[in-house]
């Protein structure tokens, strides 16, 4: 069964440096998405993509965070300048189209732990 | 209001007994509905979708009233394995922006 991957797992960084998160979606989907997990609250949602641009943001996808396709199957997060808050689970999804604006669900990748110190 | 609100919870119920969640959210436009399950420290599987009068797959049985705007998630028979999260996630904008409930913890005990 096709999946979405991340790596690395966990990423270990020290505040103010850069990290880049990395995720390989489904093959076939068009519609890739990153997400955080702060331990212990709810799946927040970062950032919507499509057809090579960004569809949506929250207010949390700031100036510090960047999504990039570089080629035909990564789809990367970069965080420029780590803050301590944003030590959190943080995961990607792709997911389907069915046409008339709606998706098919998400599938999700395990996670990478990001912890910064 | 909470764009997406669901039970609190913890809910604790015997193998075999019949569990119902319930879920609201407060955008009007709001285009897809989906329950999915988390198991601690894990990634969100998806469960269900639910487009239209609801569905069912097996033990579960999904609801959606768009006048209320009202989402509810049944599972029959509880299993131990049905020990989870149930998040209910509602998509729109043409389902690039996908709100996250803090979901429902159910504990199935033997």
């Known amino acids: 069964e096709p999946e979405v991957t991340q790596t690395p797992s966990h990423q270990v960084t020290q505040m103010g440096q850069e990290v880049i998160l990395r995720c390989v979606p489904i093959s076939n989907h068009l519609y890739f998405y990153w997400y955080r997990q702060i331990l212990g609250q709810k799946v927040e949602f970062l950032v919507s993509?499509?057809?090579?641009?960004?569809?949506?943001k929250s207010e949390i996808f700031d100036d510090q965070f960047s999504v990039e396709r570089p080629d035909g199957s990564n789809f990367t997060l970069k965080i420029r300048s780590t803050k301590l808050e944003d030590s959190a689970m943080y995961f990607c999804?792709?997911?389907?189209?069915?046409?008339?604006?709606?998706?098919?669900?998400?599938?999700f990748g395990p996670g990478t732990r990001l912890l910064v110190l | 209001r909470k764009e997406v609100e669901q039970d609190p919870g913890p809910f604790n119920v015997p193998e075999g007994a019949t569990v119902a969640f319930n879920c609201t959210y407060s955008?009007?436009?709001?285009?897809?509905f989906f329950w999915y399950r988390q198991d601690c420290r894990k990634e969100p599987k998806l469960l269900m979708s639910?487009?239209?009068s609801g569905n069912e797959d097996g033990r579960f049985t999904a609801q959606l009233n768009r006048a209320s705007q009202y989402i509810s998630l049944l599972i029959r028979d509880s299993k131990l394995s049905d020990s989870a999260t149930y998040l209910c996630v509602v998509s729109y904008t043409g389902g690039f922006k996908t709100i996250f409930g803090a979901g429902t913890r159910l504990f199935v005990k033997a």
């Open positions: 999804a792709s997911s389907e189209a069915l046409g008339g604006g709606l998706t098919r669900g998400q599938y």
């Open positions: 955008n009007s436009a709001s285009q897809s």
């Open positions: 639910v487009y239209s």
């Open positions: 993509f499509y057809n090579n641009e960004i569809s949506e």
